[in-house]
């Protein structure tokens, strides 16, 4: 194989969007919603991401504004808090966090029959706001934010509700939905943790270039 | 909506298996393969997995037996490492490395030119063997891996080979898979630290439901 075929490293995410920008022929985006879902099929290589995802108005523009403002982001994984860019997040003041293997979520979890992600959303309402909740894999973080939502106890600035899987993500994607709060949702069985994190860079991103 | 629609927890990794199984409809793929396939599948909510995983021979039966002697795993993202079960790798005895966040891998990636990724895999070649390599992320990890096989200064036990994306992607794995070593690999575009992740776990898992 010849070498001269790779193309240099600095080059790649800009030939690879260019790529997107192509196969995605005559379908245009509005921006700054093009640059999550530009992000997402980057990140998977899959383009169905170009027709799943779900913006409630302005959720992105709103996403974007609270992480310049500093807000905190809390996540149902520690795979999603490792691909978010914390360099970036921390430039503005924010941090993330991912409660999932703290003993005491473990703990309370047992006791009160709930999972360990569901505990987690409660964790999320004891935090100062404003917070973005990001869910890459627990349907049942959703499920329970849902319920605090709904009591009061926890108002996110935005949602990012993209869990994976064949099994209650659909229903849980549609139920916070309609919790009437900003929501980028990947609706339909596809997401995952790697979908989350893509969708913060690419808010993280679109304000690094704006400064 | 009725809370009943959802599914208990504890019930939903069987429920998600049974549904991936019964839309391959007639499809069928031998074992221990196939655990890999349907993991990979049940990560992503895609499908594709079905199509374009490659497994030289016996790949996985090899994979599996190294993780029960207590291989380690160097992976090329912070993320797939966040995504392997290391509480049961750690059962089998083993350990899962990544180099890419270390100061002195960023500092000679500059002093020489390359990628923190292509470094990773040279710290790699200093580890005990047996290892296995699982690149979800960087082609450049995959081109410096083969150089380094190629020199004689590692000899991974199995290379997982699964970056994501649209350029020199491709390539990397079809010029890893040209080593002569055992791998598994997501041929075209697809792939990513989860699906890393995924491929690790449904080897730790059979491991670990065979004792």
Known sequence: MQRTQFVKPEEIEKRSMEIIQKELGERT??????SVIRRCIHTSADFDYADNLYFTPKAVKIGMDALRSGAHIVT???????GINKRV???????????IGDEDVAREAKER???RSAVSMDRA?????????AVGNAPTALIRLYDLIQEGRICPVLIVAVPVGFVNVVEAKELI?????????????????????AVINAMLYAEAQDQ
Do not use: Q, W
Request: charged fraction near 20%.
């Open 29 to 34: 985006f509005p921006e700054p919603e093009y």
């Open 76 to 82: 149902d994984t520690t795979m999603a808090m490792a």
């Open 89 to 99: 997040l921390k430039s503005f003041g924010g941090e993330v966090h991912c409660f």
């Open 113 to 115: 029959g709930m999972t």
């Open 125 to 133: 309402a004891l935090l100062k706001e404003p917070l973005i909740i």
């Open 177 to 197: 939905l309609t919790a009437g709060i900003p929501c980028i949702a990947a609706r339909g069985r596809k997401g995952g943790s790697n979908i989350a994190a």
